[in-house]
């Protein structure tokens, strides 16, 4: 969750340290159906065979459905994989050709024939010109067995594959250990009926989406209060107050319309009171890159020092574990351990208490 975005002018490329990724919004370049994709990338540590390592994704890496993926997908081999939406999986490897960390490589994918009947899809990947190009009906129409290992049919299945995410470029979306260390530049993506996306480093990230920021967000039953800096909330009979730090951390209130699941059940008509009301979610922010959370039922010291941050109760209540404070860490040098002395983003040194009061909410009930 760091907010870590390393550019170098002077050859106009990206770092990423194998920590962090680039992140743009998918509508206005992407198109499923048909694309081409051309980059140049140098890996600044030796492929993980253990790990898939992700150069693009789009679509959820996770459970790969509805997904375009390109990087060292198995056993360190270079790949360009699809999976639709019925999770039929199709392939094209650069095998037998050792990737080396230091050296820059250019690279090319091209997929087309996708979402339409009779489309003749078609995948394409090309390292320094060295191309494997798949085109088999057979694979992408589930002419033999299909993704349930049925004996299909004799006509081809349309191959419908929707990603529904970012454009992530240096790891899979939403996918932990899957991000690359490596240096990326000249990227150009262009599709049918959409604009081309074309980054050139050495001017900046472009309409780059994931360097804004770091968020954590709540949908809570009984919100009480909210406040720049603190949130009440109702627990029963009780209350528990939510405390934020960081570099200009604040909460802030959101109206989150009410929108069916999508599944099939999401046509039934409730005739429960309230339930497709607007609802009303709580998000803490900030621009630095930790977001430190406290939890409590009443007020609570939070102390950083050499062993990390962690909240300190009072003496009334430090005999009760169930009125007992909680704090959490996000962001930083992968959740590390604050070192000793040193400055936090909001200012507050380790070391030095910072006292939540409720009494302030409390009141504005």
């Given at each position: 969750m760091e907010q870590i975005r390393e550019v170098m002018p002077c050859w106009?490329?990206?770092?990423?340290?194998?920590?962090?990724?680039?992140?743009?919004?998918?509508?206005p370049y992407f198109n499923p159906s048909a694309g081409r994709l051309r980059l140049r990338f140098r890996l600044r540590q030796p492929v993980d065979?253990?790990?898939?390592?992700?150069?693009?994704?789009?679509?959820?890496?996770?459970?790969?459905?509805?997904?375009?993926?390109?990087?060292?997908?198995?056993?360190?081999?270079?790949?360009?994989?699809?999976?639709?939406?019925?999770?039929?999986?199709?392939?094209?490897?650069?095998?037998?050709?050792?990737?080396?960390?230091?050296?820059?490589?250019?690279l090319e994918i091209a997929w087309g024939g996708f979402n339409r009947r009779d489309g003749r899809p078609f995948i394409e990947i090309a390292l320094d010109g060295e191309k494997r190009r798949c085109d088999d009906p057979?694979?992408?129409?589930?002419?033999?067995?299909?993704?349930?290992?049925?004996?299909?049919?004799?006509?081809?299945?349309?191959?419908?594959?929707?990603?529904?995410?970012?454009l992530a470029f240096g790891s899979g979306v939403q996918k932990p250990g899957s991000a690359t260390a490596c240096d990326l530049a000249d990227i150009h993506l262009q599709s049918p009926r959409r604009r081309p996306l074309r980054l050139d480093f050495a001017a900046g990230l472009g309409p780059e989406t994931g360097s804004g920021a770091m968020g954590w967000k709540l949908n809570p039953v009984h919100l009480k209060a909210v406040d720049p800096e603190r949130v009440l909330l109702g627990a029963g009979d009780q209350q528990v107050a939510l405390e934020v730090w960081g570099a200009g951390a604040k909460w802030t209130r959101e109206e989150v319309p009410y929108a069916p699941s999508g599944l099939a059940a999401g046509s039934l008509k409730s005739f429960v009171p309230g339930a497709e009301e607007a609802a009303t979610r709580v998000r803490a922010t900030t621009m630095g890159d930790e977001l430190v959370l406290a939890f409590a039922a009443a007020p609570?010291?939070?102390v950083g020092g050499a062993e990390g941050f962690r909240p300190i109760a009072p003496p009334r209540l430090a005999s009760h574990a169930d009125?007992?404070?909680?704090?959490?860490?996000?962001?930083?040098?992968?959740n590390a351990a604050l070192r000793a002395g040193q400055r936090l983003s909001s200012g507050c040194r380790s070391g030095r208490r910072t006292r939540v009061s409720l009494a302030d909410l409390s009141r504005n009930e």
């Open positions: 106009g490329g990206a770092l990423l340290d194998g920590r962090d990724y680039l992140q743009y919004p998918a509508e065979a253990g790990r898939p390592q992700v150069l693009f994704n789009a679509g959820l890496l996770g459970p790969q459905v509805n997904n375009f993926s390109l990087g060292f997908l198995r056993e360190g081999t270079l790949a360009f994989a699809v999976q639709s939406q019925r999770y039929t999986r199709v392939a094209v490897e650069i095998e037998g050709r050792t990737v080396q960390a230091g050296r820059w490589y250019e057979a694979l992408f129409g589930e002419l033999d067995k299909d993704s349930q290992d049925l004996q299909s049919r004799e006509e081809p299945r349309t191959f419908f594959i929707r990603a529904n995410t970012a609570v010291d939070m009125t007992a404070p909680a704090g959490f860490l996000f962001g930083g040098p992968g």
